[in-house]
């Protein structure tokens, strides 16, 4: 778990913008792609993405401006890597304003269970890593190039 305010900003300024150049390479066409009738699409799942960490920040009471409805996708790909980019930018600010090193040990309830802070910072980190894996079969299987993650893609 994260010890200091300035290593959760790090960690999540690299992982937002792994994520903000995943999305940045979505169509408008693509979004509809989805392995199976049971399975999100892949502009659902990018939704998902952008819309999950407001959630999770706003049980943990900060005051946090929610990208958008996550029950109501943006009709266009560049108006979701374009909500993602802006919140991403809105977390850094509100977590460096709102908390401290010493916030991170606080308790609060997350899910029906008790959680520190820095249990639920880490949370919304490696949801969206998770996500992030799921995101980019859905770009290869629609054709998409698939960005950098942590070292070069497949075709580098």
Request: overall charge neutral; charged content about 25%; glycine content about 6%.
């Amino acid at each position: 778990m994260y010890q200091t305010i300035q290593e959760f900003i790090e960690d999540w300024r690299r992982e937002s913008r792994i994520t903000q150049n995943a999305l940045d390479v979505l169509t408008d066409e693509s979004l509809s792609r989805r392995v199976s009738p049971k399975d999100r699409t892949l502009g659902e799942l990018a939704w998902h993405i952008v819309t999950a960490p407001g959630h999770m920040l706003a049980m943990a009471g900060l005051p946090v401006e929610m990208p958008g409805d996550p029950n109501t996708r943006p009709a266009s790909a560049r108006q979701m890597a374009d909500a993602h980019r802006r919140f991403a930018e809105q977390v850094t600010a509100v977590i460096a304003r709102e908390w401290t090193d010493a916030t991170l040990r606080e308790v609060r309830n997350m899910f029906g269970e008790q959680w520190p802070n820095a249990l639920t910072l880490q949370a919304i980190i490696r949801h969206e890593i998770h996500h992030r894996g799921q995101l980019t079969v859905l770009m290869r299987q629609a054709g998409l190039p698939v960005p950098d993650i942590y070292g070069p893609a497949r075709r580098d």
